[in-house]
């Protein structure tokens, strides 16, 4: 399934069937969100950040489906290890995108699972990884 623009949080829920879980904590600051639907039962929200100042990240997007997201190549990605532990499980790799403009890049990828739902965080640009399993931790 391509993409398909949704309305907002309201359309999310409604598309997942339940509501979007949404991270807890203060991220960045947001210039603008793009909401999705990227398959049945699956959305994905893109926070597009302000990276105007040097050394800020550029995008963080949480995916949450019936199914786990769909595999993204990523050319010389590290092997997926286990960064946090305890009620959930969570996996991160990371890939250079040497090509990609500096607050994009690397790119993190963090995977998990909770209530019945398949979760991915992607993050691109100079994230601690402490603060990205935050993140993680915090959606619900």
Do not use: C, F, K
């Not at 598309?15 to 793009?34: E, F, K, N, S």
């Not at 800020?56 to 595999?71: D, F, N, T």
């Not at 403009?101 to 998990?112: A, F, G, I, K, Y």
């Amino acid at each position: 399934m391509e993409p398909e623009p949704l309305e907002g949080i309201a359309e999310a829920d409604a598309h997942l069937g339940r509501a979007m879980p949404l991270p807890r904590v203060a991220l960045p600051l947001t210039r603008w969100v793009d909401v999705h639907a990227v398959g049945e039962h699956a959305v994905e929200v893109a926070w597009n950040l302000d990276d105007s100042r040097p050394g800020e990240p550029g995008r963080v997007a949480l995916y949450a489906g019936a199914a786990p997201a769909p595999p993204r190549e990523l050319p010389d990605a590290s092997v997926p290890e286990r960064v946090a532990e305890g009620d959930v499980a969570i996996t991160h790799r990371e890939a250079p995108l040497s090509e990609a403009q500096d607050s994009l890049r690397p790119v993190h990828e963090l995977t998990w699972e909770r209530d019945g739902l398949y979760l991915r965080l992607t993050a691109q640009g100079p994230w601690a990884i402490s603060v990205l399993v935050s993140i993680a931790q915090s959606v619900g």
